[in-house]
């Protein structure tokens, strides 16, 4: 799951690729009554609304969704399956769940801190949002409950999370905790569906809600700035889980893991990719940390939530790596891209 904190995570300026769409007055448009006046009318207001669901549902978001199942199915020493897809198709579901629910549950503040969002500019209507977000969750626990009973039996907490995180606890110190809880479980739902056990598969999952939790405090400050030690911190979060992504593999002859389908992989091209994609975490999300560290400003500290968004990719893409998963990490950075070009076009915040 994405962090998406009380109200401060939209920027407080809005780039021209973030403002709202605005659909054309008849003044504006070609002259009513013609047949091209009605067809360009008709097509400006379906992209207008697509427009709208896109910056509710932060689809560029939706990239760094994948990942977890992927990272998830790697512990289990097993290929992805069919499995794996419906617990993708499942993460996905219950992601844009929340991404609904937050806004319906945000839409007094949003009007007065975040006017241009959706529900208050009056291009979604909320109660529209509020189904959406729960025929969404309904079909993400349906995809999880074909996957197969272990699945579910993760699914349901992580839906439950999820709701319980939009309606009651992120205006809580234990928001930031129930987002990386979120996020962990997503992984686990990955693995549990392609046939493994979620105990070899809670190294990675920790690894990721650590993440996960260190950005979500940091982006309580988006609007309103804060402390410099915040941003301080989660760099040094970054630095320390990226030491262990790369650190070498235990030694011939000392005592096995307690989790060998998450033990690093000894495959000389998996360690060299881990360690070039957890050089690649320190970067997306290292620099801007640095620079809101050094000045905790609003729109330095929204980057720097951007950048750790972005940054679950190539973590995620690592995580498969060191479990010798070299098509699942390839696949999963593949995705950077085009988060990184679809993110211009609409916030993943």
Known sequence: MTPRPPGPDQPTTTSPSQSPTSTP???????????SGAGDGDGAGARARARAWAELLRLPALFTVPGDALAGAATTGNRPNPRTLLAIASSLCLYE???ALNDWADQAEDALERPHRPLPSGRIRPPAALVAAGALTAAGLALAARAGRPALAVAA???ATVWAYDLALKRTPAGPAAMATARGLDLLLGATATGGGARPALPSALTLATHTLAVTTVS????????????????ATTGTLAWTLTRTPQAPGTAPSRYPAAAPSRHPAADTLRTVLAAAFVATSGRPLLHAALNPSPPLTQRAVGGGIRAMIPLQAALAARS????SALLTAALAPAA???????SVT
């Open 25 to 35: 007055s008849p003044s504006q448009g070609p002259r009513a009554g013609t047949a």
């Open 97 to 99: 769940a929340g991404m």
């Open 157 to 159: 907490p992580l839906a």
């Open 220 to 235: 309580r400050g988006e609007t309103r700035g804060g402390s410099p030690l915040t941003p301080l911190a989660a760099l």
């Open 324 to 327: 010798g998963a070299l098509a």
């Open 340 to 346: 990184r070009r679809f993110a211009r076009k609409v």
